[in-house]
């Protein structure tokens, strides 16, 4: 079957740097999203990495190890804004996204 | 603002009742997605909608019928819900189906189901 695996809650101080998780098992692989939402707001695209290694973009860098079914999404210099849930969602060889339930992170002054 | 906007924000409603979400797309996207969010849970795809037809329905009980009139608008109509229903419903939208292609999400409809 498929399945994500992201920790649930994990809880981060302001200005430091925090590396969310996520591992997966799809019926094939045609890349890797990770979205963040706030609460009681529409999920927001962060990045897509379709090869293997280390995407930067501002504060916020993905990485993606095909062969380990692992991907990690880190955020540099944490301000208060960054607490969200974060959800990492593969694609599947049917071009579907598989969601996992997300990791809710809270920052803390 | 995402481009994409689903009314109304928030239903209540009971069982016996019929009601439909409207979501709408303002950025030229061909593929249209009904989504469920309950708590806790990850993301439920219901409906996918490429070039106004159907190709994907993921076994949602018949209670939950999609319209796609046309590709910048999808409704969801409801009928004799149940209260395990009571979610957030998302619409989203992507140029296309698969690829590199972000979904643009709208902002839910809250439904509760009494």
């Known amino acids: 079957g498929q399945n994500i695996d992201q920790p649930t809650e994990m809880t981060a101080t302001e200005g430091a740097i925090v590396q969310i998780n996520c591992t997966y098992q799809?019926?094939?692989?045609?890349?890797l999203f990770w979205y963040q939402q706030h609460a009681g707001e529409a999920p927001t695209f962060l990045s897509y990495?379709?090869l293997d290694g280390l995407e930067e973009k501002g504060r916020f860098s993905s990485f993606l190890s095909r062969s380990k079914g692992y991907s990690y999404l880190l955020l540099k210099e944490l301000q208060m804004k960054d607490s969200a849930s974060y959800l990492c969602a593969p694609m599947d060889s049917n071009y579907q996204l598989i969601w996992g339930a997300g990791t809710k992170l809270i920052i803390k002054p | 603002e995402t481009g994409v906007t689903q009314t109304p924000r928030h239903l209540v409603m009971g069982m016996t009742n019929k009601k439909s979400l409207k979501c709408e797309q303002h950025?030229?996207?061909?593929?249209m997605y009904w989504y469920k969010q309950s708590a806790k849970k990850p993301l439920e795809l219901m409906f996918v909608y490429n070039f106004k037809e159907q190709t994907e329905n993921n076994s949602v009980p018949s209670r939950f019928s999609p319209e796609c009139p046309n590709s910048s608008h999808l409704f969801l109509h409801l009928h004799t819900l149940q209260p395990e229903d009571s979610a957030l419903y998302l619409c989203a939208s992507s140029q296309e189906i698969g690829g590199s292609g972000e979904l643009f999400f709208g902002e839910g409809s809250r439904l509760t189901v009494l």
């Open positions: 990495n379709v």
């Open positions: 950025l030229g996207h061909n593929a």
């Open positions: 799809t019926s094939g692989f045609n890349g």
